[in-house]
């Protein structure tokens, strides 16, 4: 069954400090991959998209992503979070190319002290 | 642009009541897509419709219908609720012709309470 997977539900950093938030996803063949973002009181947002090319994929406010094939991985980073980082991220999947259904992992809540 | 817009914001019901969530775009994207949010259990696809004139069923689809109205519009129907479907609903919608990739848009969401 198609499954995405995150590894952490809360998370709590001080600013400054580096973010790594860990994604596995289960599907068969090829796939696109997505971080969304959900600050609070706000609906969800695209932080990055992964569909072809280079694995290491830039989003927005400094956030990166790695495609690891081999690992079935997609995790989210950030050398140094903010306070304004205090959201709920979710990592999606879809098939490729085109795929309508996206299936989204149960998501991780980060929380930045300032 | 308004995006996706959704309305209402906010509802209660009581068991057994029946109401509408209405969901429009502007972005004349072909897919448009409901989802619901419970804590813990990330977003979950209640039915999308790949296209005008078209719907099927996602993960939960028990206790609602949908309706894609037009290009534009798509509704989401519940005919008797329950306490169980309390919980936060998203509208979104995508054009997967656009590079073959599914990017959703979003609408603000439809808190709903099932007493």
């Known amino acids: 069954a198609q499954s995405v997977s995150q590894h952490n539900h809360h998370v709590i950093l001080s600013e400054a400090a580096s973010l790594e938030l860990g994604c596995n996803y289960s599907?068969?063949?090829?796939?696109?991959l997505f971080w969304y973002v959900q600050y609070p009181g706000q609906h969800l947002q695209l932080l990055l998209k992964?569909?072809?090319?280079?694995?290491l994929v830039k989003g927005i406010k400094g956030f990166e992503a790695e495609f690891i094939k081999s690992k079935f991985s997609f995790n989210l980073r950030k050398p140094s979070v903010q306070w304004s980082d205090t959201a709920e991220y979710f990592c999606?999947?879809?098939?490729?190319?085109?795929?309508?259904?996206?299936?989204f992992g149960a998501g991780t809540r980060l929380f930045v002290k300032a | 642009n308004a995006g996706v817009t959704q309305t209402p914001k906010f509802q209660v019901l009581k068991t057994g009541q029946s109401m509408t969530l209405q969901c429009a775009q502007d972005?004349?994207?072909?897919?448009m897509y409901w989802y619901r949010q419970d804590p813990g259990m990330g977003l979950r696809l209640i039915y999308y419709?790949?296209?005008?004139?078209?719907?099927d069923k996602g993960e939960v689809p028990n206790g609602y219908n949908v309706s894609r109205l037009n290009k534009r519009e798509f509704s989401l129907r519940l005919e008797s609720a329950a306490p169980s479907q309390t919980s936060v609903y998203f509208c979104?919608?995508?054009?997967?012709?656009?590079?073959?990739?599914?990017?959703?848009?979003f609408g603000p969401g439809t808190r709903l309470t099932v007493l």
């Open positions: 979104a919608s995508s054009d997967p012709r656009d590079r073959g990739l599914n990017e959703q848009f």
């Open positions: 599907y068969g063949g090829t796939v696109n």
């Open positions: 992964y569909f072809s090319g280079d694995p």
């Open positions: 999606a999947a879809s098939r490729a190319p085109g795929g309508f259904k996206t299936i």
């Open positions: 972005m004349n994207h072909n897919s």
């Open positions: 419709s790949a296209s005008e004139g078209t719907t």
